[in-house]
């Protein structure tokens, strides 16, 4: 009950807030900002062994990859793992599929993405992403070549769609549709020809030009293999989650410690005198000595002048002074001081 009693200030809303605020952190911190950045750092780890990986493994048919039917993946398939696969496709370019890609950056410097739509040797068309275009005069669209047309063969890497950038609709600028992101789904209703996605998940995917294939421009650059940050960040989290909760016990010990010593001295300031100066014992305080104490220190008094030794000479009580000494008076003139001196 003593403890209850001590920890009763905890209800006070200054307390509550503070304590509300700390779970409510450490909660955020476990659940949320910990799981986000590892859940990153997971990710990347992972694209960057698919990557690795991709980079002296042979290309694989790009029919091999594609979704079936309504985006389902062809069986033994695992989306997670479909991207950056190296793939070859056999077909031709789409006349009139060109789609522009804007906001795009080429060598640190203002670029546009070009897109078209391929057709397969089995009738279906996927999305081909042919590279980036440096932009004119900063930002001016460049004057930009049609793919080639007839039968062509061409490689490069599958690449998970973007999705759609809120707000940022498509349209047609210099002649030519233009787009935010590059996103299947999208592109195939601003293209008006039904586009089969590969299989990397939710948005599927579309194929990336390598260097040096038909119709392509400057590839995108393959992202470093780098973990990044986000393994430290997930542990920084933690470790904030772990230290607010022991910051707020530390400050409720603070509080009690600082509390049991302001009601000590509380206490001792009340404490009566008593309480405050021990006891004298009957013989030592003066107003409890006896008439025998009395006695007792009379004759130890008279004792000691007894002992003393003997009388001090006038020299040593009275002190010397430096005038000559005084001259005896006679009769006379003590008569005279009396009565007057008669010869007046």
């Known amino acids: 009950m003593n403890i209850l009693r001590r920890l009763t200030f905890l209800l006070r809303p200054s307390w509550a807030i503070l304590a509300v605020v700390v779970v409510a952190f450490a ?5 949320v900002l910990a799981p986000w950045q590892l859940g990153k750092n997971t990710s990347t780890s992972h694209r960057n062994n698919l990557i690795a990986a991709s980079v002296n493994a042979d290309p694989v048919p790009a029919q091999n990859l594609l979704n079936t039917g309504e ?18 496709a056999t077909g031709s370019y789409v006349p009139n599929s060109m789609v522009v890609e804007r906001l795009q950056r080429l060598d640190d410097q203002p670029a546009y993405g070009v897109l078209a739509a391929f057709r397969l040797d089995d009738g279906r068309v996927v999305l081909v992403d042919r590279g980036l275009i440096a932009a004119v005069n900063g930002s001016d669209l460049p004057t930009i070549a049609e793919p080639p047309s007839g039968p062509q063969h ?3 890497r599958v690449r998970r769609s973007e999705g759609v950038v809120p707000g940022k609709d498509p349209m ?16 195939s209703t601003v293209l008006g020809t039904p586009l089969t996605s590969f299989a990397t998940g939710e948005h599927g995917g579309y194929l990336q030009l390598d260097a040096g294939q038909p119709g392509a421009f400057t590839p995108e650059a393959l992202p470093q293999l780098d973990a990044g940050p986000y393994l430290s960040y997930g542990l920084q989290w933690i470790a904030f989650g772990v230290m607010a909760p022991l910051g707020l016990g530390y400050f409720v010990y ?20 008593s309480e405050q100066v021990p006891a004298m014992s009957n013989a030592g305080s003066p107003a409890a000595e006896s008439p025998s ?4 220190d009379t004759s130890s008094t008279s004792a000691t002048t007894l002992s003393d030794p003997a009388p001090k000479t006038h020299s040593e009580t ?4 430096d005038a000559p000494p005084a001259k005896p008076r006679s009769t006379s003139d003590r008569l005279a001081d009396r009565y007057g001196n008669a010869r007046r």
């Open 27 to 31: 909660y955020l911190c476990f659940t």
């Open 254 to 273: 603070a509080e009690i410690r600082e509390r049991r010593r302001d009601r000590a001295a509380a206490e001792a300031a009340t404490a009566t005198p």
């Open 293 to 296: 104490a009395a006695t007792e």
């Open 154 to 156: 061409i490689e490069g």
């Open 71 to 88: 985006g389902t993946p062809p069986a033994g398939t695992n989306p997670a793992d479909t991207e950056w696969r190296r793939v070859v």
């Open 172 to 187: 047609v600028r210099d002649g030519l549709r233009q787009v935010y992101s590059v996103d299947t789904a999208q592109l």
């Open 318 to 321: 009275t002190p010397v002074s």
